[in-house]
């Protein structure tokens, strides 16, 4: 058993508080891993508020995750310690019909499947002060170790800075796959970006690598314009600038809509709205953020022959892409760098929370 820090979700709505807790040592088909890297994300935030669906508390947060193998229980064949590994949120357990579709990324031991607060075998890794303590989409990624099963840890480059390719646990993953891989954008097409946090200005990279030819970034904070328009952005417009609706806005100024529309903020007024901002005919829309409301459209937005997709982790298969999309980093093919805006020890976590609040960070990663 290891003795370590993490940052304890006590209950709903509370901030974080950083405990010493027990982690027991991995059982046959999992990894121990030591984090050396983790960043915040939205997804952590709606966790915290009680608005993630079938979570529990106590629980340690943390889904964006890098670090090093400690150890690995019986059966383990792809890892070993010393390995620099991710950690994935949504696992790929290479054994359902979805993991044995070359065209679905999605696994069925994912969260949106069965809930991950416990390890398969119903049982935490985690204690603390006598309490068994939840995990977070089995990964856990805020503590010094965290225990996850085989199928949810990919092995990367020796050579990758674990400080900057954590983003590759979520964010940038899923907001460059929305453009690359569900929305398939095509050379000298027109694409608007709707949310311009870590997902959002990953899917800008992802628009202006696919050759689009113009991105419009939709965002109410002005202050994030400027490094979309270094990440590709041609255009970027505030909702709150304007008289009408911002799908008309966007319909005006590109003649009939965009051809790929992207929600990366979670809000269902905005989903409809990147909805109705692309064309009528052959608009595609990928809705990447979540909400955990309920939301009506008019059934003649899509009659027309508009398209809506999901994606879930930018239609990666994880354990198979992650590490290709580490080695493309390593060979400068994108800049990952440019969406981190703030590094802090781990013990401030709750000062990455309220940066997040406050719209001044794109991504803060926190260092163990």
């Known amino acids: 058993v290891i003795r370590c820090r993490a940052a304890v979700a006590w209950a709903a709505g509370k901030p974080l508080s950083v405990e010493e807790v027990e982690v027991a040592p991995p059982k046959a088909g999992e990894v121990r891993i030591k984090l050396v890297a983790t960043g915040i994300c939205q997804t952590d935030e709606h966790l915290l508020q009680g608005c993630f669906p079938n979570a529990e508390f106590p629980v340690i947060p943390g889904h964006e995750g890098a670090g090093i193998v400690e150890s690995i229980g019986e059966g383990v064949t792809s890892v070993k310690p010393g390995d620099k590994v991710i950690l994935l949120c949504l696992p790929q357990c290479g054994e359902c019909s979805f993991c044995r579709n070359p065209e679905s990324n999605y696994c069925q031991k994912s969260q949106i499947s069965e809930p991950q607060n416990l390890l398969p075998d119903k049982t935490s890794r985690f204690t603390c002060k006598g309490k068994q303590i939840h995990h977070f989409m089995w990964v856990s990624t805020f503590a010094e170790y965290t225990v996850v099963p085989e199928y949810a840890v990919a092995k990367i480059d020796a050579a990758a800075p674990l400080d900057k390719v954590c983003l590759f646990g979520c964010g940038f993953s899923t907001g460059y796959g929305a453009a690359i891989n569900t929305a398939k954008v095509k050379p000298g097409s027109t694409c608007a970006v709707f949310g311009l946090g870590g997902v959002g200005l990953s899917a800008v990279m992802g628009c202006k690598a696919a050759g689009a030819a113009r991105i419009i970034a939709v965002d109410i904070n002005k202050d994030k314009f400027a ?142």
């Open 227 to 368: 490094k979309a328009k270094e990440l590709g952005a041609t255009d970027c417009i505030n909702p709150r600038d304007f008289q009408k609706p911002i799908q008309e806005v966007i319909t005006e100024m590109t003649g009939q809509g965009v051809d790929y529309s992207f929600e990366a903020i979670g809000h269902a007024d905005t989903m409809i709205a990147a909805l109705a901002s692309c064309n009528m005919s052959t608009g595609v829309f990928v809705m990447i953020g979540v909400t955990d409301s309920e939301l009506s459209i008019d059934p003649m937005l899509l009659l027309t022959g508009r398209t809506w997709k999901g994606t879930v982790l930018g239609g990666w298969k994880s354990i198979e892409c992650i590490p290709k999309l580490v080695s493309s980093y390593l060979e400068k093919k994108f800049n990952l760098d440019l969406l981190i805006t703030h590094t802090l020890p781990f013990a401030k976590v709750n000062e990455g929370f309220e940066l997040l609040h406050a719209g001044k960070s794109i991504r803060t990663v926190l260092l163990f």
